[in-house]
């Protein structure tokens, strides 16, 4: 399988003020996807990681399209850098278009928006409504706790043992490249289902 021409839907935060860590390493991602020749979809937002990843793919040559509801546009929180905008008509609409234009998912560290996108990706993995890798990149261990979450939901019966395929955690930009292009090599496999 060529890895080129790849769209990759990335969700994170949105907002400011965030320790630098988290803001280099989404910058990097960005990057790197570029080099690869793949483009970056996001939520299109004009602060913190959203914005950092598209920085970066925009930066190193690559495209950034990002996709938001026509109130956040009208409230000014697109970021009009971006190579592409497309606008939906609400928050389900932006995923559904998300989901549906691109071939997998990475998600950076982010509040109860992004963690919303992430946990809805993973299930619809798990119905096989949306088979395709999703990668969480873990900097500084912020997803720590969702990952042990999931293994508790796993060990007491609220998910099957199979269902620690859905998701893979990795701690740095470069692992979540691999992985990504690991898993669309590997094309992937239909997850067992919940019933």
């Known amino acids: 399988m060529s890895f080129e021409n790849i769209n990759i839907c990335v969700f994170g935060a949105s907002s400011r003020d965030l320790e630098q860590h988290y803001v280099d390493a989404a910058y990097k991602l960005g990057k790197l996807m570029a080099q690869r020749g793949w483009t970056c979809f996001n939520g299109a937002g004009c602060e913190g990681l959203m914005r950092a990843v598209s920085d970066g793919a925009l930066d190193a040559g690559g495209e950034a399209i990002g996709v938001i509801p026509q109130f956040m546009v009208d409230n000014g929180w697109h970021y009009d850098r971006l ?5 939906t ?30 946990l809805e990706a993973i299930t619809w993995r798990q119905l096989n409504l949306a088979p395709k890798p999703i990668v969480v990149l873990n900097t500084q261990g912020f997803y720590d706790h969702l990952a042990a ?19 893979q955690f990795v701690s740095s930009p470069e692992q979540a490249i691999a992985t ?6 590997q094309s992937p496999q239909p997850i067992e289902s919940k019933y």
């Not at 190579?83 to 606008?87: L, S, Y």
């Not at 609400?90 to 996108?117: F, N, S, W, Y």
């Not at 979450?149 to 998701?167: E, P, W, Y």
């Not at 990504?180 to 090599?185: A, D, G, I, S, Y």
């Open 89 to 118: 008509a609400d928050m389900h609409e932006r995923k559904l278009t998300l989901a549906q234009m691109t071939q997998a998912v990475i998600a950076l560290p982010g509040g109860c928006g992004t963690m919303e996108e992430l």
């Open 149 to 167: 979450m999931l293994t508790t939901a796993i060990d007491q019966g609220f998910m099957r043992k199979s269902h620690n395929r859905l998701v």
């Open 83 to 87: 190579t592409r905008i497309i606008t």
């Open 180 to 185: 990504v292009e690991k898993e669309l090599q």
